[in-house]
């Protein structure tokens, strides 16, 4: 962020952060995120993914405001401007 601040992800939350980056207007369902995470998304455990999320989120509070809003029942959306740093 502007103030410097970074963050340390799992493999698992940088996978969830490409899927937001490469998502047109940043927002993924939550089948594309399961499907990126390597799962089946009928057999997977959706609670899985919302504790992934919450993890996440608080993750990126002090960074700012809370960019991932949840789209009622469809997916996720990423609400501000995303670029993923690699290395």
Do not use: W
Request: with cysteine; net charge positive.
């Amino acid at each position: 962020g502007p103030s410097g601040k970074t963050q340390t992800l799992t493999l698992q939350e940088v996978t969830v952060m490409r899927v937001f980056a490469q998502a047109s207007e940043h927002f993924a369902t939550r089948r594309s995120l399961i499907e990126a995470l390597g799962h089946d998304y009928l057999a997977y455990d959706e609670q899985r993914l919302e504790a992934m999320i919450s993890r996440l989120r608080k993750k990126i509070a002090p960074l700012g405001d809370n960019p991932i809003k949840a789209a009622h029942g469809r997916g996720y959306v990423f609400t501000q401007t995303l670029k993923i740093n690699c290395g």
